[in-house]
């Protein structure tokens, strides 16, 4: 006899299952899009269900839960392998770049200068910055290292920022909904080109999302680039992934072996996330056929619900395959 607990195991199983399944169905859906923000970790829990009900001897079950299980695993350890990355040019020497999501309403902007400053990047990229943030950093001792700088400050989550301890030279954009910027800094070893971009959110404005990352997608780039910013979307949405594929962008994180790290939600602006870590990684770092990366890592920005991210890159010999 079926009891209560065996149809709820089974509920969760198929929840798992749609879930596994969603990143590979090609339909606009925002409840989808919130679906497939879950991954990997709601296919990978039908792991300990299987094993549960296997003790048991709920074999249905088991093999079900064992089988959404694999699949998961299956689909994320790809993740966790370091690419090989090209050569490099010989005289190309390496840079430094910071994201940070400084969040719209944080209240502790002012801590934010020094977590940057001990981070010692050469370049800092920033989105949700607003006019009050602006003035914030800048009256820093931060703002004396970087002297170049290109600022697009907005109401909500409009704004983004470049700061730059090299020359920066503007291109003009007007791509995303927020506002995007696009430079060239003329670092030592050559230029890199530097794009910061936000997307709209998916839960409110589903369609402008999905306009965003599109629009992202058809941006041309001549030479070696980097694409740093908040996508609102993780590896696991398609619409990203189509992004990707159409630039030629590669994400430093999966290229790492990092790509189960994530960025988003932090506790440290609304108790209702304290009891759980960042689920989903919305902040990326893409770089194009020009560009070989050594490092990734992430920090904790104050007060804001996004964790930052530092990559460093060199200009690539050859281009990547």
Same mark, same amino acid.
Request: positive net charge; aromatic residues 6%.
């Given at each position: 006899?079926?009891?209560?607990?065996?149809? #709820? +195991?089974?509920?969760?199983?198929?929840?798992?299952?749609?879930?596994?399944?969603?990143?590979?169905?090609?339909?606009?859906?925002?409840?989808?899009?919130?679906?497939?923000?879950?991954?990997?970790?709601?296919?990978?829990?039908?792991?300990?269900?299987?094993?549960?009900?296997?003790?048991?001897?709920?074999?249905? #079950?088991?093999?079900?839960?064992?089988?959404?299980?694999? +699949?998961?695993?299956?689909?994320?350890?790809?993740?966790?392998?370091?690419?090989?990355? =090209? !050569?490099?040019?010989?005289?190309?020497? +390496?840079? &430094?770049?910071?994201?940070?999501?400084?969040?719209?309403?944080?209240?502790?902007?002012?801590?934010?200068? =020094?977590?940057?400053?001990?981070?010692?990047? !050469?370049?800092? &990229?920033?989105?949700?910055?607003?006019?009050?943030?602006?003035?914030?950093?800048?009256?820093?001792?931060?703002?004396?290292?970087? =002297?170049? $700088?290109?600022?697009?400050?907005?109401?909500?989550?409009?704004?983004?920022?470049?700061?730059?301890?090299?020359?920066?030279?503007?291109?003009? +954009?007007?791509?995303?909904?927020?506002?995007?910027?696009?430079?060239?800094?003329?670092?030592?070893?050559?230029?890199?080109?530097?794009?910061?971009?936000?997307?709209?959110?998916?839960?409110?404005?589903?369609?402008?999302?999905?306009?965003?990352?599109?629009?992202?997608?058809?941006?041309?780039?001549?030479?070696?680039?980097?694409?740093?910013?908040?996508?609102?979307?993780?590896?696991?949405?398609?619409?990203? $992934?189509?992004?990707?594929? $159409?630039?030629?962008?590669?994400?430093?994180?999966?290229?790492?072996?990092?790509?189960?790290?994530?960025?988003? =939600? &932090?506790?440290?602006?609304?108790?209702?996330?304290?009891? /759980?870590?960042?689920?989903?990684?919305?902040? /990326?770092?893409?770089?194009?056929?020009?560009?070989?990366? $050594?490092?990734?890592?992430?920090? !904790?920005?104050?007060?804001? !619900?996004?964790?930052?991210?530092?990559?460093?890159?060199?200009?690539?010999?050859?281009?990547?395959?």
């Amino acid at each position: 006899m079926t009891t209560h607990r065996d149809k #709820l +195991a089974w509920v969760a199983v198929g929840a798992a299952a749609i879930t596994a399944v969603s990143p590979w169905v090609q339909l606009r859906w925002r409840s989808l899009t919130m679906t497939r923000s879950l991954m990997p970790w709601t296919a990978l829990s039908a792991i300990p269900v299987a094993v549960r009900a296997a003790t048991h001897g709920h074999r249905r #079950l088991a093999v079900a839960s064992c089988a959404v299980g694999v +699949a998961g695993a299956a689909m994320s350890a790809p993740m966790l392998v370091r690419r090989r990355q =090209p !050569d490099v040019e010989p005289a190309a020497t +390496a840079l &430094t770049i910071a994201h940070c999501n400084l969040l719209y309403i944080n209240r502790r902007v002012a801590a934010v200068a =020094p977590a940057l400053a001990a981070l010692d990047a !050469d370049v800092l &990229t920033f989105s949700e910055v607003t006019r009050s943030h602006a003035d914030t950093m800048r009256r820093s001792d931060l703002a004396a290292g970087y =002297p170049y $700088r290109i600022e697009l400050p907005a109401r909500g989550g409009s704004g983004t920022a470049l700061w730059s301890r090299y020359p920066l030279a503007e291109h003009s +954009a007007t791509i995303t909904k927020h506002h995007t910027v696009i430079a060239d800094v003329a670092a030592p070893g050559g230029v890199i080109r530097v794009i910061v971009v936000h997307t709209q959110s998916p839960i409110v404005h589903h369609h402008q999302w999905e306009a965003d990352l599109d629009q992202l997608g058809g941006l041309v780039t001549d030479g070696p680039s980097v694409m740093t910013g908040d996508f609102n979307a993780s590896w696991w949405h398609p619409e990203l $992934r189509r992004l990707m594929r $159409r630039g030629g962008w590669r994400d430093a994180h999966i290229e790492r072996g990092r790509g189960l790290s994530c960025s988003w =939600p &932090t506790d440290q602006w609304h108790a209702m996330f304290r009891w /759980h870590p960042p689920f989903v990684r919305l902040d /990326h770092a893409l770089v194009n056929a020009g560009i070989a990366v $050594r490092g990734i890592r992430n920090f !904790d920005i104050p007060g804001s !619900d996004h964790r930052g991210l530092t990559v460093t890159v060199q200009r690539a010999a050859r281009p990547a395959p």
